[in-house]
């Protein structure tokens, strides 16, 4: 049985800044390897190792990554033909030099898409040819520079309404109701061996599960190359039911695609306006204190419950690891994650694994354990 003096083991490391010796302990990634990868999501700052020790961090508790936000279509191509490059660049370099998988996100989303990709020279709506020439060119510069260095993309993001009807986003009205096998066949043409991924969130509700469910059924049966779904999975201590999570993953489990558990955080925070649970970032609230009560530190009990709530999904995605190919955490350490700012700026969560000094949270040797446990 391998020893799981983690906290022990990355305190002191984080501390004193030195590398520890491999045979000390084993991280998440280790012990999860024989069920599936366990990712998280860098902002820029950490790919630009401007956060001290966090790349370390990533290096020995995780094996796969995605970049939060600067592969998005804003981040990588600003202006048409424009494309940043750096540190997409960085990202896959540090990856590489650690055997470290990289996941791309994300190709197509209604958000975070610039302006210009749905108009013409006059400013007037672009036709259907341009706006499909700008997409085709997108995925070709960007799948076509990293060829055979990404594992799998997130195609298609959020193109689901809450109940599972098409979203009328830019893209179907510009490109029509078959926008979404269109992407995926573009890009299998761009990178033929990367992996092609629907992602959206709450997928945990029957509604917008079923939807996806049809999606995927409707791509198949014209043989569009889709190779996984990923749930989100931007949770909170409240929601979802962890019967919901199971019934959706054994539903996309039947499709005979993986699933991804792509976007895992558990806000502790009350959610003021529990209609729109998820993740649409179109919503922004005003800041009120009332929302926001664990500004001065966690409390022991809803820190317990928080720990709790991540031991019942891995138990969960344990027992389901025959479909479960991969959990990525949004984020490394409560410092970074959005859920700070959304739906409301400036609050104080605590989502994620690693607390807003790098140190892992009581739960993560607990994680380790539970894998151990499951004994492969
Ligand atoms: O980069 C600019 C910076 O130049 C500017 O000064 C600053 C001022 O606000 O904004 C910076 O951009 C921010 C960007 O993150 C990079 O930090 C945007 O305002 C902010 O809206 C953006 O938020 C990201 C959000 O997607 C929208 O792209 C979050 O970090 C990111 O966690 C979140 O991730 C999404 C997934 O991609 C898709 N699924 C839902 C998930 C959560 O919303």
Redesign the pocket.
């Known amino acids: 049985m391998r020893s799981t003096s983690l906290c022990l083991m990355l305190c002191s490391t984080l501390l004193s800044g030195t590398v520890l010796a491999e045979n000390q302990t084993i991280s998440l990634q280790q012990a999860y390897s024989p069920y599936f990868s366990v990712g998280t999501a860098l902002?820029?700052r950490q790919i630009r190792d401007q956060e001290p020790g966090t790349l370390d961090l990533v290096k020995q508790q995780f094996n796969v990554l995605t970049a939060?936000?600067i592969m998005?279509w804003e981040a990588i191509e600003p202006v048409e033909g424009q494309f940043n490059f750096a540190a997409a660049d960085a990202m896959i370099e540090f990856a590489e030099a650690n055997n470290i998988k990289v996941i791309g996100?994300?190709l197509l989303w209604h958000?975070?898409t610039p302006a210009w990709v749905f108009q013409d020279a006059k400013g007037q709506p672009a036709s259907k040819e341009l706006v499909l020439s700008r997409l085709t060119n997108h995925i070709n510069a960007v799948m076509g520079r990293y060829k055979g260095r990404i594992q799998g993309w997130d195609a298609v993001?959020?193109a689901l309404n809450e109940d599972g009807t098409l979203r009328q986003s830019n893209w179907y009205k510009a490109l029509g109701e078959d926008y979404i096998a269109t992407v995926f066949e573009i890009a299998h043409k761009a990178d033929p061996k990367a992996e092609l991924y629907y992602n959206d969130?709450n997928l945990f509700k029957p509604e917008k599960r079923d939807g996806v469910l049809k999606l995927v059924a409707a791509l198949k049966a014209k043989n569009v190359p889709i190779h996984g779904i990923g749930e989100?999975g931007?949770y909170s201590l409240d929601y979802p039911e962890l019967q919901q999570v199971e019934d959706s993953i054994i539903a996309f489990g039947k499709t005979g695609l993986p699933v991804m558990i792509t976007?895992l955080d558990i806000s502790v925070l009350p959610f003021p306006d529990p209609e729109n649970i998820g993740?649409d970032?179109s919503l922004n609230m005003q800041l009120k204190q009332e929302f926001n009560p664990y500004a001065a530190g966690l409390p022991k009990a809803v820190s317990d419950q928080l720990s709790n709530k991540y031991l019942q999904l891995f138990e969960l995605f344990l027992r389901h690891s025959n479909v479960v190919q991969r959990v990525t955490l949004?984020g490394v350490n409560d410092n970074q994650t959005?859920r700070n700012d959304?739906p409301m700026k400036g609050r104080t969560d605590y989502p994620l694994l690693f607390d807003r000094k790098n140190q892992p949270k009581e739960v993560v040797p607990k994680l380790i354990k539970l894998a151990e446990k499951a004994g492969k």
């Open positions: 902002s820029e939060e936000n998005k996100h994300v958000e975070q993001n959020e969130f989100q931007h976007e993740a970032i949004w959005w959304w």
